[in-house]
């Protein structure tokens, strides 16, 4: 199929790729020409293990190229829109300012009957509202469908998450949508992956819903971890144990190293389990060899809590050297 992905920084770029390395045609934009020109010669303007090499192949073979030029997207089947959603600077709500200018710049070109998809994480009502302003821009009108089709990725894992995700969810509003969406993941349909048709507004609350469940999780291996500290217990070998009963879900691989997890800025937890892996010794005493990202295999160091425990013990007088050359250029 032919697609376009709008947007291509963390989520987009990973995205456009892998729908590549799928064997579709897919055309990048975005409105950063030094963004574009990286991506263009093979190399991601980020750290994300696995995405150069999908990159460099599908440049050079031909299927994935990208352009600061949304016309160069007018002849696709089906538009993803993938920008990014941040926190509003002006309190805990959503950005949507990169996604109404993505559609504004799109819509005039969507001639056609075809299918724009939003990936990025929104408030519940974004859809509903993006369909209609795309269908007033529109020269095909309502002809024009949107769907939703929220991603769950891990930073440091989304290649893998891309090729081979847990499941696949579809907020459509019609069999014609669903049967598009079928047709552009149909690689990973037909491996076994769980693919859940609903509503446009039950897919924005997918993410949501499912970074709220992390938040729980992380929170309860947090706790036992605590009480395994107070008791003298292993929190290794109990966690071994939650994996060997019936309907448990492997949380949390790297206990005991200072690290941090930041879910998402609107749904945001934070992990206190850097904490056990840098207890205070006292003033003055040293600590060394904290990572400053928040996950294994990222750059990301946005909320991230090693960061903010190194700046608490060093406010109590302790000597701290974080080392992180993976994340160093994010600092």
């Known amino acids: 199929m032919r697609i376009s992905v709008v947007g291509t920084g963390y989520l987009g770029a990973t995205h456009a790729a892998c729908l590549a390395a799928c064997g579709h045609h897919v055309i990048g934009i975005d409105t950063n020409p030094l963004s574009i020109d990286r991506l263009s010669s093979g190399r991601a303007p980020f750290h994300e293990p696995g995405l150069d090499r999908l990159l460099t192949r599908g440049v050079r073979t031909g299927p994935l190229s990208f352009s600061t030029d949304y016309a160069a997207a007018s002849q696709a089947d089906v538009h993803f829109i993938c920008v990014g959603t941040p926190q509003s600077g002006h309190g805990h709500a959503a950005d949507l300012s990169a996604l109404w200018e993505a559609l504004a710049s799109l819509g005039p070109l969507l001639d056609k009957r075809t299918l724009v998809v939003g990936k990025?994480?929104?408030?519940?009502?974004?859809?509903?509202?993006?369909?209609?302003?795309?269908?007033?821009?529109?020269?095909?009108?309502?002809?024009?469908?949107?769907?939703?089709?929220?991603?769950?990725?891990?930073?440091?894992?989304?290649?893998?998450?891309?090729?081979?995700?847990?499941?696949?969810?579809?907020?459509?509003?019609?069999?014609?949508?669903?049967?598009?969406?079928?047709?552009?993941?149909?690689?990973?349909i037909s491996a076994g992956v769980l693919t859940v048709r609903t509503d446009l507004a039950t897919s924005e609350l997918a993410r949501a819903a499912a970074n709220v469940m992390l938040a729980a999780r992380v929170s309860l291996v947090n706790l036992f971890a605590e009480v395994c500290e107070g008791a003298d217990a292993d929190v290794g070998d109990l966690r071994k144990f939650w994996?060997?009963?019936?309907?448990?879900?492997?949380?949390?691989?790297?206990?005991?190293?200072?690290?941090?997890?930041?879910?998402?800025?609107?749904?945001?937890?934070?992990?206190?389990?850097?904490?056990?892996?840098?207890?205070?010794?006292?003033?003055?005493s040293q600590h060394h060899g904290a990572r400053g990202r928040f996950q294994t295999g990222s750059e990301d160091v946005r909320d991230s809590v090693a960061l903010d425990i190194a700046s608490r013990l060093h406010r109590l007088g302790a000597q701290i050297r974080v080392s992180d050359p993976a994340a160093l250029p994010s600092w």
């Open 120 to 188: 990025s994480t929104v408030p519940v009502g974004t859809a509903a509202a993006a369909r209609d302003l795309v269908r007033r821009l529109a020269p095909a009108g309502d002809v024009v469908e949107m769907a939703w089709n929220p991603e769950f990725l891990r930073e440091g894992y989304a290649v893998q998450d891309s090729l081979r995700p847990d499941r696949l969810v579809f907020g459509v509003e019609s069999h014609e949508a669903d049967l598009v969406l079928r047709e552009v993941y149909a690689p990973l």
């Open 243 to 284: 994996v060997m009963t019936p309907g448990s879900v492997h949380v949390f691989s790297d206990l005991g190293s200072v690290t941090g997890v930041a879910v998402c800025p609107k749904t945001r937890a934070h992990s206190g389990s850097g904490l056990l892996g840098a207890r205070r010794r006292g003033r003055g």
